[in-house]
């Protein structure tokens, strides 16, 4: 399978809404993805931004120090 980018997706979903008009139903099932992500393409030219994770605490922020793998088997 080729992988291809959102804004390609994006992309032939709009011109076939656009010259065909089916259903996002329809669309979705031909194009291999959700309703929401049909929907999201037809009202937005550009998808939107992926949210970046917060960042992790440390181990020590957590609550105690990290463990090695031979502390953990004498205890």
């Given amino acids: 399978?080729?992988?291809r980018s959102c804004e390609w997706l994006f992309e032939r979903i709009r011109r076939a809404h656009r010259e065909q008009g089916?259903?996002?139903r329809e669309l979705a099932a031909r194009f291999k993805?959700?309703?929401r992500t049909v929907r999201q393409a037809?009202?937005?030219p550009?998808?939107?931004k992926r949210k970046?994770?917060?960042p992790r605490p440390s181990g020590a922020a957590r609550g105690g120090a990290l463990l090695t793998s031979s502390d953990?088997?004498?205890t």
């Fill in 22 to 24: 089916p259903s996002g």
């Fill in 46 to 48: 550009v998808p939107l």
């Fill in 1 to 3: 399978m080729v992988h």
């Fill in 33 to 35: 993805v959700s309703r």
């Fill in 42 to 44: 037809i009202e937005s």
């Fill in 72 to 74: 953990a088997l004498i």
């Fill in 52 to 54: 970046s994770p917060p």
